[in-house]
């Protein structure tokens, strides 16, 4: 999903962190294109691939469904999240503090730690698959929920330990770590989808498709996918990122708009190229002896990446899924952090980052974050995105509307219920109608997302009216 | 500009080997060691080339 480090932690610097970007600190689109590419590389690809598999999907909706999803992600990070971040060139969280007012800023926080915390649990869980294989460790079924067996309670709190560690103590070091590892990283997940491949007999690109054909029926406990679940997934993976406005934090030192583009670095490398090969292994894995005793026995084969990496590409493969886990962790669990530190502003950042990262790995031990992650996914954008809109719709209607702009800094309250309001509204109503009606919650993103923009307007107009 | 060139030699190294297993002229095995040695010589490379660029070299 994501491990930019090179602009994503100006906040740890307390580099403009309440005021605009200058000049002189703007970057070019190398800079940007290099992060992005490597952002998207991130361990919790190698479980997004195979659970597309699990899903039943078929060949024309998976591959047209990634090509028309992403590029509808990088469109939203070009002509949604760009102009603003170039506009006022502020952070998510100072500019969400001059509409919203600060206490609204630690709810939005405490949401945002949280849901960090269990992604940073789904990546300790990729790696913990991918060190539990010297001591035969049994891997969790794609139907397991709750800790399977003591191996893996051990492996994976000594593998959390350690990321927790290294988040609170060392994260420049990991940091740099990461960015050596990331072309690597996105060169290992390129081999394993061309060995796989070979290893499948696909020699054309229409034994390619024959791989998952019409497709299947979903696997037990997944929903079955079609285009639109495939393409409103890839579009809203990220939504937090685009629609929610985070990555104003990191485009912000954008020199020009066209810089939104470079996101399709990110997208066609990691959300399709990756996805695929990881889909490639899994699909490798269901034509093997053990996977064929799984499904006589009546069972799951699991969703275990360590495993399928090293099946394909040996001992690299396996370093790959713990680089890969563990320099998404980290800057994770780091950021889970910052967000807890600003609620408790007294306490100290290690004492903070080692919690979370204790709330991280207890996370990982359950693997529902990583089987279901397909679903966490999509809820981490739908609670997230819609606060962007607040953003969006007041740049560009406040005036129009005869509306205040920076209501709460304009107005010297440190919370703005016009905000509050929208954003509960709009999430427990699509939230509810998602549960009640079952529909896949990706569908859901956009229509609260401008439910929460027009509700925000409404307010403010009937509270500034007032 | 000199991590660029070895980073670069590396991936066309690794890329290659991939194709020389598509193509049947490497076995697993072989391509397993081949990206294993490949791994090993990316980070152990880019932590060497850190080490001379922060004035390490110098001791001598």
């Known amino acids: ?466 | 500009m000199k991590s660029t060139y070895f980073g670069l030699f590396v991936l066309v190294v690794m890329f290659s080997l991939a194709i020389l297993f598509y193509q049947d002229l490497l076995n697993q095995s072989q391509l397993n060691l081949g990206l294993l040695i490949c791994t090993v010589g990316w980070f152990g490379g880019f932590a060497v080339l850190n080490f001379l660029k922060r004035g390490g070299g110098r001791m001598k």
Not at chain 1, 99 to 117: E, T, W
Not at chain 1, 242 to 261: E, F, P, Q
Not at chain 1, 424 to 439: G, K, N, R, T
């Open chain 1, 1 to 466: 999903m994501e491990n930019n480090a090179i602009l994503q932690e100006p906040s740890r610097k307390g580099e403009f962190e309440r005021q605009p970007v200058p000049p002189y600190h703007f970057k070019d689109w190398r800079k940007f294109l290099g992060m992005y590419a490597g952002e998207h590389a991130a361990g919790t690809e190698f479980v997004i691939g195979p659970l597309f598999l699990t899903a039943g999907v078929s060949a024309f909706d998976l591959i047209v469904g990634l090509l028309v999803g992403n590029f509808l992600a990088v469109l939203t990070w070009r002509y949604i999240t760009t102009p603003i971040a170039t506009a006022d060139r502020l952070t998510l969280y100072y500019k969400l503090e001059k509409i919203a007012g600060r206490k609204l800023v630690i709810g939005y926080n405490l949401a945002n730690g949280l849901l960090f915390c269990f992604l940073a649990g789904a990546m300790i869980t990729v790696s913990a698959t991918a060190v539990g294989i010297p001591f035969d460790m049994p891997m969790p079924a794609l139907t397991d929920t709750v800790p399977t067996s003591i191996s893996w309670v051990l492996v994976v709190l000594g593998v959390g330990a350690v990321i927790s560690v290294v988040a609170a103590k060392g994260y420049d070091a990991v940091s740099k770590f990461s960015n050596i590892a990331a072309p690597w990283m996105v060169m290992v997940f390129l081999i394993a989808g061309i060995v796989a491949a070979k290893r499948l007999g696909v020699t054309s690109f229409s034994d390619l498709w024959a791989v998952w054909g019409t497709g299947s029926e979903p696997f037990p406990g997944q929903i079955k996918f079609t285009f639109w679940h495939v393409m409103f997934f890839a579009w809203f993976c990220n939504a937090a990122m685009h629609l929610g406005m985070s990555d104003l934090s990191v485009l912000r030192y954008a020199n020009k708009n066209t810089i939104g583009w470079t996101t399709a670095a990110g997208m066609y490398v990691g959300h399709f190229m990756a996805w695929i090969s990881a889909c490639l292994m899994f699909a490798l894995y269901l034509r093997s002896p053990e996977a064929a005793a799984i499904f006589a026995g009546g069972g799951v084969p699991p969703v275990a990446p360590g495993p399928l990496a090293y099946e394909v590409v040996g001992i690299a493969g396996l370093i790959c899924v713990v680089v890969a886990g563990w320099t998404t962790a980290n800057p994770t669990i780091y950021r889970a952090g910052l967000a807890f530190q600003a609620i408790f502003p007294k306490s100290s950042t290690v004492k903070v980052t080692l919690v979370t990262g204790g709330i991280a790995t207890i996370a990982g031990l359950f693997p529902a974050f990583a089987m279901k992650l397909l679903d966490f996914v999509a809820v981490y954008g739908f609670i997230l995105a819609p606060i962007g809109a607040v953003i969006f719709f007041e740049y560009y209607f406040s005036a129009k509307l005869g509306l205040s702009k920076n209501y709460a800094q304009v107005k010297g309250t440190s919370f703005n219920v016009a905000v509050l309001a929208a954003w509960l509204i709009s999430m427990v109503v699509f939230y509810a109608w998602s549960l009640y009606q079952d529909v896949f919650l990706s569908f859901f993103t956009l229509p609260a997302w401008v439910a929460c923009g027009l509700l925000f307007l409404l307010f403010s107009k009937i509270l500034q009216k007032k």
